[in-house]
């Protein structure tokens, strides 16, 4: 704990970029969620005590699930996937874009408090900002009508939302970054794109296209998939939770 408050000492602005992205985040999905309860003409709380013990629980399994990685063969070792969104999906499904954005959040403060960072907040910034940009979208769809034609079309728009938007981050951002903090000028980790993609020309804008797209891509995919096959024969349960 101690080398995690210094490593955010050292690290202030990655820090409040974090904090006001979280901030920032959270404020979109309550609002998206406070207009839906207005249009349903429902005054219940957006979360519950039941529905907080809940999240708490996914919590937990998101970040025991971001411990297992799965390397891309089209992209650096340094880029990997996993299925820590799953349990965010649900909670987001079962109790709205506020719930994502909180069970998103606690998946990153349990991870950093057990295992640490090794980026400085950089990946866990990462980490959180994407993710939140597929969950939005798809949980915000969603509760417009929930009927599984919605969290089709919902999955599919956060699939895509999250492509464009990590592609774009990684470019702009998260590249640079990484390269400052590893003292690692831009042309090494380019030309390992290019070692195991032929379709990096050695420019940042074929890298993200051809590393990281198809990255965000199949994992928008894979994450729908099993959060449609899951969700159902879940929800009764959570609900039952409910009371």
Partial sequence: MNNLINTARENLPTVAGFVLTIISLFVIAYVAQKIQKKREGTKERILNTRALVIIGMFSAVAAVLMLFEVPLPFAPSFYKFDFSEIPVMICAFAYGPVAGVMTEFLKIILKLVFKGTSTAFVGDLANFAVGCSYMLPASIIYSL???????????????????????????VYLLPAFSKLFGMPMDVILDMGAKVNPLVKGDVVSFVIACVAPLNLIKGTVVSIVTMLIYKPLSPLIKKSQG
Avoid at 151 to 171: D, E, K, P, Q
């Fill in 145 to 171: 009508n929930k009927k599984k034609k919605t969290a089709v079309i919902g999955c599919i728009a956060g699939t895509l939302v999250m492509t464009v938007f990590g592609t774009a981050f990684n470019a």
